[in-house]
């Protein structure tokens, strides 16, 4: 026989947990109506690139320029954008990939 519980701690946790019920149900609705608009692996349209087989040889300058001068600076702000395009590019993999694992534990 299951005893009735009647204190406030217990009434208060039991409407907390109703509570965390509904959210979660209406958590499960909404990505369930997302997922139904969206399929998750096209939500990024920029494809990753493939590498050529052979990486091409990087020739160092003939001659080192000072650390000062305006094309160095160009020369490290053309790196910093490359390195800046291939994280937003990693970046945008693991949300597709994440999307991807989320909607198939969702309707698992």
């Not at 959210?23 to 990753?48: D, G, K, N, V």
């Not at 970046?91 to 698992?108: D, E, I």
Request: glycine share 2%.
């Amino acid at each position: 026989m299951m005893v009735k519980r009647s204190s406030r701690t217990y009434r208060s946790a039991a409407q907390a947990h109703a509570k965390v019920q509904a959210a979660q149900q209406e958590l499960l609705a909404a990505t369930a109506a997302a997922a139904a608009r969206e399929e998750p692996m096209h939500r990024y349209s920029h494809p990753i690139p493939h590498s050529s087989p052979i990486p091409a040889a990087v020739t160092p300058p003939a001659a080192p320029l000072p650390p000062d001068s305006p094309a160095a600076m160009t020369q490290i702000l053309e790196q910093l954008s490359c390195q800046s395009q291939l994280l937003v590019d990693l970046l945008g993999a693991v949300n597709s990939l994440t999307a991807a694992v989320l909607c198939q534990n969702g309707k698992s």
